[in-house]
């Protein structure tokens, strides 16, 4: 269905649909921000932060509403949408307090008469193009920083997300957000391109599919428009040794299995030792056949929930079967519940065979890929053999034998000891297909600016 809906993934129900917005309507908006941008370029980064930390202080105050409204939306457990909440109130408090230090000026070193600045000025109007796995987290990862450097936002969310895309707009002007400086824009694929075209857009962001990022970073390629890409990943997490094989299979079950597994930097290829391996795949089969189907407010650790959409499950289901009739062996799940909910039932899959086609796409769900190796050189070798680079980590009881593994990682997030290292001051992005440009931390408001020489002679 090609239409802004709020599509139920445990019934496939379709409880309220929403109208594209007219050509006349995405015109007039992004007319509307570029006009915004030059009286909110002008107004004190004080007094935006002032605006940015209200609009923290309502991510927090209703974070239940809007947990509420994505459980519907995409299905995502109750308790994992409150914390997504208050991580976006997390966000932009910290840019609130850290932005004006991102912004001074910066003095550099100059051997003639005079003193050298680079400002960092804004860009003006942003197209912000969002995914639905993470419908407000997403949002504040883009918006915060953006906010702060006074650029203005049109902001197209998935279609499957216009429920919370409202929710965060009503949130901006309760905060006192401008007029033009935050629009949701209900855009189709078509309009997406003419906006990027739009000589006031000045830089695009998205998070979605290699696919995606592909197409729109062709568009802006032809319009000299700067992008930033989040496009997935297939994420390598690495067991070296445990002192503890079922404990450290529940761990990595528990992180593969957040948000239903829909999370870009997921844990999508787990790779184990030979001497613990097949301990570990035992206690993941467990763990798996454990689980029973339940609605976003049941959600624990034996009660999975629906994938976000029933085309999402059906992909993946797709793929399971594909892996299979490579010669891989699929333990336990991998289908579907019934004909039209998004229910997948959680699998534990092994013996892909490295360098087949399944074995380089990613598994969007609750898909455990195990591979065994017998040396740290073949763990280094898989997991760098990938045309992604996200994320990806290391687990030892050595550190230091973790952290020579984990240097030698191709990604743009690697972490020892810790499946990742996160928080609003921590930088998120990668290499390779998994796009490029940063998000999060004093990189992400490093971006979509203009960092402007400026020298004043003696």
């Not at 609003?424 to 297909?433: H, L, S, T, W, Y």
């Not at 999060?440 to 408001?445: A, R, S």
């Amino acid at each position: 269905m090609k239409t802004y809906r709020v599509e139920n993934p445990t019934t496939g129900e379709v409880a309220e649909t929403f109208d594209f917005a007219s050509d006349a309507d995405i015109k007039v908006a992004a007319e509307t921000a570029d006009k915004a941008f030059t009286t909110w370029r002008d107004t004190p980064i004080e007094d935006r932060a002032k605006i940015v930390t209200r609009v923290a202080e309502l991510f927090e105050e209703r974070k239940d509403r809007l947990a509420k409204i994505i459980s519907l939306e995409m299905g995502k457990p109750l308790a994992e949408g409150v914390e997504e909440a208050e991580f976006c109130a997390a966000i932009f408090n910290y840019y609130a307090d850290h932005g004006p230090k991102f912004a001074a000026d910066e003095e550099i070193p100059v051997e003639m008469d005079g003193k050298a600045y680079i400002q960092r000025r804004p860009v003006g109007v942003l197209l912000g193009i969002m995914p639905w796995n993470f419908p407000y987290y997403q949002v504040a990862r883009f918006a915060a920083p953006n906010l702060m450097l006074s650029n203005t936002i049109l902001l197209k969310h998935a279609e499957i997300c216009p429920r919370s895309a409202l929710a965060i707009q009503d949130i901006m002007k309760e905060a006192g957000v401008p007029e033009g400086v935050y629009k949701n824009i209900f855009a189709t694929h078509d309009q997406i391109a003419d906006l990027i075209a739009h000589p006031a857009v000045r830089g695009v962001s998205l998070t979605g599919s290699e696919r995606a990022g592909s197409a729109i970073a062709a568009i802006a390629g032809e319009n000299l428009k700067k992008v930033v890409l989040e496009l997935g990943g297939s994420d390598p997490y690495i067991i070296l040794d445990t002192a503890d094989v079922k404990q450290a299979a529940k761990d990595a079950w528990a992180t593969r299995m957040y948000n239903t597994g829909q999370a870009c930097n997921s844990n999508k290829r787990i790779i184990v030792m030979e001497d613990i391996y097949d301990e570990f795949v035992d206690e993941l089969v467990r763990l798996a056949e454990a689980m029973k189907p339940g609605k976003p407010a049941e959600a624990s650790e034996t009660v999975f929930t629906p994938l976000s959409s029933r085309s999402a499950a059906e992909n993946l289901k797709a793929q399971m079967d594909k892996a299979v009739e490579a010669g891989a062996n699929l333990h336990t799940g991998g289908t579907l519940l019934d004909d039209s909910s998004s229910y997948f039932a959680p699998a534990v899959i092994t013996d892909i065979p490295v360098g087949s086609e399944i074995y380089y796409e990613e598994f969007f769900g609750p898909v455990a890929t195990v591979f065994k190796v017998s040396s740290d050189e073949e763990a280094v070798e898989l997991a760098n053999n990938s045309q992604y680079g996200l994320g990806g980590c290391v687990f030892s009881e050595d550190v230091a034998r973790a952290g020579k593994v984990g240097q030698q990682l191709e990604v743009g997030m690697a972490n020892v000891n810790t499946y990742a290292a996160e928080g609003a001051e921590v930088p998120f992005g990668g290499v390779k297909n998994s796009g490029y440009g940063r998000e999060l931390g004093p990189y992400g408001m490093d971006e979509f600016v203009n960092k402007r020489m400026y020298f004043v002679a003696d």
